[in-house]
Protein backbone atom coordinates (compact mmCIF):
# COMPACT_ATOMS: atom_id res chain seq x y z
CA UNK A 1 0.00 0.00 0.00
CA UNK A 2 1.56 3.23 -0.71
CA UNK A 3 0.20 6.98 -1.39
CA UNK A 4 -0.49 7.41 -5.01
CA UNK A 5 -0.23 10.78 -5.92
CA UNK A 6 1.18 14.23 -4.71
CA UNK A 7 3.91 15.54 -2.55
CA UNK A 8 4.09 12.26 -0.67
CA UNK A 9 3.91 9.88 -3.99
CA UNK A 10 5.26 6.43 -3.75
CA UNK A 11 5.39 6.21 -0.03
CA UNK A 12 4.95 3.27 1.52
CA UNK A 13 2.66 2.97 3.95
CA UNK A 14 2.55 0.23 7.22
CA UNK A 15 -0.17 -2.26 7.12
CA UNK A 16 -2.01 -5.27 8.91
CA UNK A 17 -0.30 -7.75 9.07
CA UNK A 18 -1.87 -11.16 6.50
CA UNK A 19 -2.14 -13.22 9.53
CA UNK A 20 -3.78 -10.17 11.51
CA UNK A 21 -7.11 -10.81 10.85
CA UNK A 22 -8.58 -9.71 14.81
CA UNK A 23 -7.87 -6.05 13.55
CA UNK A 24 -10.66 -6.03 11.29
CA UNK A 25 -8.81 -3.82 8.80
CA UNK A 26 -10.11 -3.68 4.99
CA UNK A 27 -8.07 -0.66 3.88
CA UNK A 28 -9.06 0.99 0.66
CA UNK A 29 -6.81 -0.49 -2.89
CA UNK A 30 -4.56 1.45 -4.16
CA UNK A 31 -6.54 1.51 -7.33
CA UNK A 32 -9.58 2.49 -5.20
CA UNK A 33 -8.05 5.26 -3.43
CA UNK A 34 -7.02 6.94 -6.68
CA UNK A 35 -9.86 6.72 -8.51
CA UNK A 36 -11.14 8.51 -5.01
CA UNK A 37 -8.76 11.20 -5.83
CA UNK A 38 -8.93 11.81 -8.94
CA UNK A 39 -12.84 12.13 -9.13
CA UNK A 40 -11.89 15.32 -6.06
CA UNK A 41 -9.78 16.09 -8.63
CA UNK A 42 -11.94 17.27 -11.42
CA UNK A 43 -15.28 17.92 -9.59
CA UNK A 44 -17.24 20.95 -11.13
CA UNK A 45 -16.39 23.57 -8.98
CA UNK A 46 -12.67 22.89 -8.08
CA UNK A 47 -10.78 20.13 -6.14
CA UNK A 48 -12.22 19.89 -2.33
CA UNK A 49 -9.08 19.03 -1.02
CA UNK A 50 -6.71 21.75 -1.54
CA UNK A 51 -6.40 23.67 1.64
CA UNK A 52 -9.24 21.35 3.33
CA UNK A 53 -9.56 20.70 7.04
CA UNK A 54 -10.64 16.31 7.04
CA UNK A 55 -11.63 14.32 8.60
CA UNK A 56 -11.43 10.68 8.55
CA UNK A 57 -13.67 8.16 10.12
CA UNK A 58 -12.72 4.85 10.68
CA UNK A 59 -9.50 5.11 9.78
CA UNK A 60 -7.90 2.12 9.76
CA UNK A 61 -4.23 2.29 8.19
CA UNK A 62 -5.12 6.77 8.03
CA UNK A 63 -4.33 5.74 3.73
CA UNK A 64 -6.97 8.28 3.02
CA UNK A 65 -6.20 11.07 4.90
CA UNK A 66 -2.73 10.87 4.61
CA UNK A 67 -3.41 10.91 0.61
CA UNK A 68 -5.33 13.87 1.31
CA UNK A 69 -2.24 15.78 2.60
CA UNK A 70 -0.13 14.76 0.23
CA UNK A 71 -2.58 16.36 -2.18
CA UNK A 72 -2.59 19.70 -0.16
CA UNK A 73 -4.92 19.21 2.45
CA UNK A 74 -4.58 21.64 5.75
CA UNK A 75 -5.19 19.26 8.20
CA UNK A 76 -6.54 15.79 8.73
CA UNK A 77 -7.77 14.44 12.14
CA UNK A 78 -8.20 10.87 11.87
CA UNK A 79 -10.55 8.75 14.40
CA UNK A 80 -10.21 5.16 14.74
CA UNK A 81 -11.22 3.16 18.30
CA UNK A 82 -9.17 0.04 17.56
CA UNK A 83 -5.54 -0.49 19.05
CA UNK A 84 -3.79 -2.06 15.89
CA UNK A 85 -5.71 1.01 13.85
CA UNK A 86 -4.17 3.71 15.56
CA UNK A 87 -0.67 1.87 16.15
CA UNK A 88 -0.83 2.06 11.93
CA UNK A 89 -1.84 5.25 11.56
CA UNK A 90 0.94 6.77 14.35
CA UNK A 91 3.32 4.81 12.30
CA UNK A 92 1.82 5.76 9.16
CA UNK A 93 2.02 9.44 10.79
CA UNK A 94 5.90 9.10 11.22
CA UNK A 95 6.89 7.98 7.66
CA UNK A 96 4.97 10.93 6.01
CA UNK A 97 6.52 13.19 8.54
CA UNK A 98 3.23 15.01 9.28
CA UNK A 99 2.27 15.38 13.06
CA UNK A 100 2.27 19.46 12.54
CA UNK A 101 -1.07 18.50 10.36
CA UNK A 102 -2.33 15.81 11.99
CA UNK A 103 -4.59 14.72 15.35
CA UNK A 104 -5.54 10.85 15.62
CA UNK A 105 -8.50 10.63 17.99
CA UNK A 106 -9.51 7.53 19.90
CA UNK A 107 -12.93 7.29 19.81
CA UNK A 108 -15.87 5.42 18.16
CA UNK A 109 -17.30 6.68 15.30
CA UNK A 110 -20.72 6.50 15.90
CA UNK A 111 -21.11 8.30 18.85
CA UNK A 112 -18.52 11.40 18.29
CA UNK A 113 -20.00 13.66 20.51
CA UNK A 114 -19.69 17.66 20.46
CA UNK A 115 -16.89 18.95 18.00
CA UNK A 116 -14.95 21.40 20.09
CA UNK A 117 -12.84 23.05 17.45
CA UNK A 118 -13.31 24.41 14.11
CA UNK A 119 -15.88 22.23 11.66
CA UNK A 120 -14.32 19.77 8.60
CA UNK A 121 -14.88 20.41 5.01
CA UNK A 122 -14.12 17.12 3.64
CA UNK A 123 -14.96 13.90 5.38
CA UNK A 124 -14.01 10.37 4.34
CA UNK A 125 -15.77 7.55 5.96
CA UNK A 126 -14.58 4.07 5.07
CA UNK A 127 -16.88 2.24 7.94
CA UNK A 128 -16.69 -2.50 7.66
CA UNK A 129 -18.50 -3.00 4.97
CA UNK A 130 -22.60 -3.51 4.96
CA UNK A 131 -23.11 -3.08 9.10
CA UNK A 132 -25.18 0.51 8.91
CA UNK A 133 -22.10 1.79 10.97
CA UNK A 134 -21.85 4.50 8.30
CA UNK A 135 -25.33 5.54 8.71
CA UNK A 136 -24.62 5.89 12.72
CA UNK A 137 -21.17 7.88 12.04
CA UNK A 138 -22.32 10.42 9.82
CA UNK A 139 -25.24 11.14 11.58
CA UNK A 140 -23.26 11.66 14.74
CA UNK A 141 -20.75 13.96 13.11
CA UNK A 142 -23.37 16.27 11.79
CA UNK A 143 -25.00 15.88 15.04
CA UNK A 144 -22.12 16.96 17.12
CA UNK A 145 -21.23 19.82 15.01
CA UNK A 146 -18.18 17.84 13.60
CA UNK A 147 -19.22 19.13 9.69
CA UNK A 148 -19.30 22.48 7.87
CA UNK A 149 -22.31 23.24 5.99
CA UNK A 150 -21.56 22.64 2.64
CA UNK A 151 -19.03 19.82 3.57
CA UNK A 152 -18.15 17.03 1.00
CA UNK A 153 -18.52 13.62 2.01
CA UNK A 154 -16.76 10.50 0.10
CA UNK A 155 -18.24 6.85 1.84
CA UNK A 156 -16.92 3.87 0.64
CA UNK A 157 -19.08 1.00 1.48
CA UNK A 158 -19.98 -1.95 -0.36
CA UNK A 159 -23.77 -0.71 -1.45
CA UNK A 160 -25.29 2.31 -1.55
CA UNK A 161 -25.32 4.18 2.08
CA UNK A 162 -29.00 5.58 3.17
CA UNK A 163 -27.96 8.99 3.97
CA UNK A 164 -29.11 10.80 6.74
CA UNK A 165 -31.59 14.28 6.79
CA UNK A 166 -29.05 16.86 6.25
CA UNK A 167 -27.03 15.28 3.13
CA UNK A 168 -27.75 15.28 -0.48
CA UNK A 169 -26.62 13.04 -3.29
CA UNK A 170 -24.01 14.24 -5.84
CA UNK A 171 -22.69 11.24 -7.12
CA UNK A 172 -22.13 7.53 -7.04
CA UNK A 173 -19.37 5.17 -8.66
CA UNK A 174 -18.32 1.50 -8.63
CA UNK A 175 -15.08 -0.41 -8.36
CA UNK A 176 -15.58 -4.41 -8.11
CA UNK A 177 -17.25 -4.47 -4.50
CA UNK A 178 -16.50 -0.94 -3.62
CA UNK A 179 -19.25 1.81 -4.15
CA UNK A 180 -17.90 5.39 -3.35
CA UNK A 181 -21.00 7.68 -2.78
CA UNK A 182 -20.52 11.50 -2.39
CA UNK A 183 -22.68 13.53 -0.46
CA UNK A 184 -22.65 17.33 -0.09
CA UNK A 185 -23.93 18.79 4.26
CA UNK A 186 -26.92 21.07 3.69
CA UNK A 187 -25.97 25.11 3.61
CA UNK A 188 -27.01 26.91 6.99
Do not use: C
Amino acid sequence: MRIVGGTLRGLTLAEVGAGDTAAHLRPTTDRVREALFNLLAHRPGGDPVAGARVLDLFAGTGALGLEALSRGAAQVTFVDDGATARALIRENIDKARAHGTTRLYRRDATALGPNRGAAFDLLFLDPPYGTGLGEAAVASALEGGWLAPGALVAWEDSQPPVLPAGLTPEDERRYGDTRLTFARVADA
